[in-house]
């Protein structure tokens, strides 16, 4: 019976994962999509200008809200009727829209001062200000999602992102190609957008919503969120701190080529957020279920490890191929970063598997130090290496800023809640990732003829994925293989009903 139990709350996770897999999609598709007709419709210049605002805005829109949607997670399921849950959810989302008002004021009064910072004069005050109000109806639109996927709402998140996404299309190439408003066109499509799904999200969330400001529900949610703030402002920082250094060092350009890289990322980024996306409330429901969860979470850092590093692997097969649709020849520059970029994916995601020490004790302060400690690991190598390596020391600095994360965390959460991981396989599968995607990148740029070329990188993918698959230990893998059985059992179940 107990292992039904199990086995359906792991079917749960893998169908999560595929449903908003695709929620996560729809969401990025239109930035994939409409990346290609920004980097040719704006100079690399241009495009450097908009990593550069959006590293210093992120900072601030992680500020709208203040994590309360973390608290959210953490306490409507222990709620104990309906009304407790609609002052929860009002609270949190009356705050948000104080905290959206607050950073717009805050941009309108500092603009001048950002703008002279970063770019060393007044010209980007506007384009500034614009990108700070943008963060408001961005910040809700997420909210209103996040709170469809606690109610396992999965068909309206699908077609509310997708709505979303063809907004946003639209709007870009109606600003960007048609208009050629340039680089605010980018933000009054973000605007557009994102206002209007999150009006249709509340709309169908409106049950759960209620024109009154609880005070012991704010107390609760801030007594479990406010900690992880600063966590959160470290964990940008990681990111951040990259192309502000890049800026400061070279220029806006160089800016530009690193974003590509990070944008030819999306295949795995969505993977992993997919993962999260449906991992994250099913952690949190088996946080009072010690023995289980410690059965199941051994079980998961190795599905999402072999998952991840088998995607970044094939995604390095087709690199140059996807760069060249995603942007003109003159970005291909950058695409050496993409090997080491991809890696920091299994250990920006990895902390939602390895870490529910923090979540089960409270002490979420802790991830505040964490990263702390991560960031300042990360300012260190980009003060060394980014003057000297340009690109290169950028993107290591990232990814030695993000292990730093992930193993600091790891290391606390085992020491609050001790669990038997299979490190093993995790370190075996990061180095036979490391060195096929060192071989991928070593062939992509070589002047072998193209077919050769991408035969030498198929079969070094094959190697990852087949070794990785061989090496994985008996319950992942007589897990995978019930997922993808019972995967194509319902399919043709479905075929046969139809």
């Known amino acids: 019976m107990e292992k039904d139990e199990t086995n359906k709350q792991e079917s749960s996770v893998a169908r999560n994962v595929i449903i908003y897999g695709i929620g996560g999609v729809l969401s990025q598709a239109a930035g994939l999509i409409t990346l290609p007709l920004m980097t040719r419709s704006l100079s690399s210049l241009e495009y450097g200008s908009i990593e550069v605002i959006t590293a210093l805005t992120g900072y601030f829109n992680l500020l709208i809200g203040l994590n309360m949607m973390t608290g959210l997670y953490r306490f409507f399921f222990q709620a104990e009727d309906d009304r407790d849950r609609r002052e929860m959810v009002s609270t949190t989302f009356l705050f948000v829209g104080l905290c959206g008002a607050a950073v717009i004021l805050f941009s309108f009064l500092f603009g001048s001062y950002f703008s002279n910072s970063l770019f060393g004069d007044n010209t980007h005050i506007g384009l500034i200000r614009l990108a700070f109000t943008a963060l408001v109806p961005v910040a809700v639109y997420t909210y209103s999602l996040n709170l469809l996927r606690l109610e396992n709402k999965a068909l309206p998140y699908m077609i509310i992102a ?27 499509s973000q605007i557009i957008s994102n206002t209007i799904g999150a009006v249709i999200a509340l709309f169908i969330s409106r ?19 406010f900690p992880l703030v600063p966590g959160t402002l470290f964990g940008w920082s990681l990111s951040a701190n990259n192309r502000m250094f890049l800026n400061a060092s070279t220029t806006p350009v160089q800016v530009a ?33 010690e023995e289980k969860i410690k059965r199941t979470l051994p079980t998961m850092l190795s599905l999402y490890t072999f998952g991840t590093l088998s995607i970044c692997t094939l ?11 995603l942007a003109p020849p003159e970005y291909l520059a950058g695409i050496g970063l993409l090997g080491i970029m991809q890696l920091r994916w299994i250990f920006t995601m990895g902390v939602y598997v ?62 609050l809640f001790p669990i038997r991981w299979n490190f093993r396989y995790f370190m075996l599968m990061i180095m036979l990732y490391g060195a096929a995607a060192f071989g991928q990148t070593k062939i992509i740029l070589s002047d072998l003829p193209w077919l050769l070329s991408f035969l030498l990188r198929l079969l070094l993918a094959a190697v990852v994925i087949g070794g990785g698959y061989l090496m994985i230990d008996r319950d992942a893998k007589n897990t995978l293989k019930e997922i993808v059985g019972n995967t194509v059992s319902k399919l043709k179940k479905r075929k046969i009903s139809a």
């Open 354 to 415: 390895i870490d529910p020490g923090t979540a089960k004790s409270g002490k979420t302060w802790w991830v505040s130090v964490m990263l702390g400690l991560a960031v300042l690991v990360n300012l260190g190598a980009n003060a060394i290496l980014t003057p000297r390596l340009g690109l290169y020391g950028a993107v290591i600095s990232e990814l030695l800023g993000y292990v730093t994360a992930m193993c600091g965390r790891w290391i606390v959460s085992d020491r």
């Open 315 to 325: 995604v390095m097969t087709v690199a140059r191929e996807i760069f060249l649709f």
């Open 257 to 289: 080529y690193y974003g590509l890289a990070n944008k030819a990322t999306i295949v795995i980024t969505l993977a992993t957020q997919a993962f999260c996306n449906a991992w994250e409330p099913t952690m949190y429901s088996l946080l009072n279920q």
């Open 207 to 225: 049950e759960l919503l209620a024109p009154r400001f609880s005070m012991k529900w704010f107390k609760k949610l801030a007594r479990y969120s």
């Open 162 to 188: 997708l709505t979303v996404s063809l907004l946003y299309m639209g709007s870009i190439i109606l600003f960007v190609a048609v208009l050629k408003v340039g680089i605010p066109g980018y933000y009054y």
